[in-house]
């Protein structure tokens, strides 16, 4: 067995067994009555609902945090290091989820409040105006993310290589795409892989290049992996994908809504705004996240081949292309051949095995 197959077996079953049993502890926490009485608990000391929403999810997360420490440090720095993949200290590992910890309360903690909001205000109708501040909320945050975010966690530079500037440029212009800028981010402090990613929306759009892409490709190389990113765009893909995303949304939190009415009773003496109750939401949002995933993945698969076969139109470097999705694959150590089952149901890109013929059947019809 190789290293890449190994290294994503490993990252299968962590994330599988996290899974299971974040839910089955859950489902134990509300059915065994814990959730009641940590609300009853937290009520003799703290009168507000919201504070009390706060301090019920902090406990939780924080012993669900704990729970999980030794599963995480293990996934996130160890396997990382003994697969030669991360350039990250001990302490860095830390600050890096400090960081994210700390993001994560600052956009989930208002999140958190108004939601909880809605439930009251609205009640049984609560999901469609909390799927519609959802909307918002990621079109605000898909405008953020490369000026506010990103700098959190990385130091993003304006590319200095000032030929590949201009071909991609270039290959911008060709897609329809007014590009103010392109840059570079630190990957390499964390990891030895290499990536390279098109952010932002409206006038924050950005191409942004890892400098282990720069280190460790060629400027045709990178031109092809800039040209798949940017056949998105011209494939219309971000649209599409926030018109699916958004109804898969509003479908979720649609189920969601009605399945949790549905299943209180089964567990408790509980009205739908009780604290008590809240982490019904969480099993069934897991449930139907579950489902879901096949369905996003299929599509976001479709998306990948329709990208690489713009990146051959717009380059004219179908064979440079896929050399360099071999390189990125092995520097990844991405799995070359997948089991079918994990590919068709967790696999958001094809494998590189499908990709590559996908690709050789597509150039050999384009020369004839």
Known sequence: MTNAKKYNNIKLSISVTKGVVTFALILLFVALGYSLLLDNFLKEYIGSNYLRLLAFTGITGLAMSLLFLPVNFYSGYLLEHKFGLSNQS???????NLKGLAVGLAIGMPVMLIFYYVLETFGADWWLPFAIIMFILS????????????PVFYKILPLENEDLKERIYKLAGEAGLKVENVYTFDMSKETKKANAAFTGLGKTKRIILGDTLLESYSSDEIETVIAHELGHYKRKHIVKNIIIGTILSFLTFFLMAWLYDLSIPWFMEAARADIAALPLLSLWAMIIGFLQAPV????????EYEADRYAVEATGKGD???GTLEKLTDQNLGDREPHPLVEWYSYSHPSIKKRRAALEDFINVAKH
Do not use: C, D, T
């Open 139 to 150: 079109v605000v945050l898909a405008q953020i993310v490369p000026v506010l975010i990103l």
């Open 320 to 322: 440079v292309l896929i």
């Open 296 to 303: 996003s993945n299929i599509i976001s698969r479709a998306f």
């Open 90 to 96: 001990i302490g860095a590992w830390i600050k890096e």
